[in-house]
């Protein structure tokens, strides 16, 4: 078998067509060792509480601006429904001042029987009518200058 033949895969190699086994070698040292576990640091503790809190205030924070969009939202609608009641107001106050004009005008027509004067006849005695005299027409002699 020769070297450029063979590739090696892991813990097995290939040789041609087929996968064969490696061989286990022969370890150099003996015994049994058990695995070191490895502490966390007092870091990675501190780091893993810090990003739990850094996760909830953005949870926080999130649902607080949901409800304060909403309640903006709220309060736009609101805005608008005040303009235009105050609008509606304000043509309602316009409407009832004319008709409070003519009630005041006929309440007044009714007290004063305005309208009942116009059977009465009234009389007036006759004026003599005494024309102008003819006066003499009007001469104005003007010294006109010119320039002054």
Request: aromatic share 8%; net charge positive; proline share 5%.
């Amino acid at each position: 078998m020769s070297r450029g033949s063979v590739r090696y895969i892991d813990s097995t190699y290939i040789y041609g067509q087929h996968a064969v086994a490696a061989p286990v070698s022969n370890p150099v040292i003996y015994g049994r060792f058990p695995k070191h576990v490895q502490k966390k640091s007092p870091f990675d503790k501190l780091n893993k509480l810090l990003s739990i809190v850094l996760l909830m205030l953005v949870l926080l924070s999130l649902v607080s601006y949901y409800f304060v969009s909403d309640s903006e939202k709220n309060m736009n609608k609101l805005g608008r429904e005040i303009v235009a009641l105050s609008n509606e107001n304000i043509e309602l106050q316009n409407r009832l001042d004319n008709l409070h004009s003519f009630n005041k005008i006929d309440t007044i027509i009714h007290n004063n029987s305005a309208l009942d004067t116009a059977k009465k006849i009234i009389e007036v005695p006759a004026v003599n009518i005494v024309s102008a005299p003819n006066a003499a027409p009007v001469s104005v002699n003007y010294n006109w200058s010119i320039g002054y």
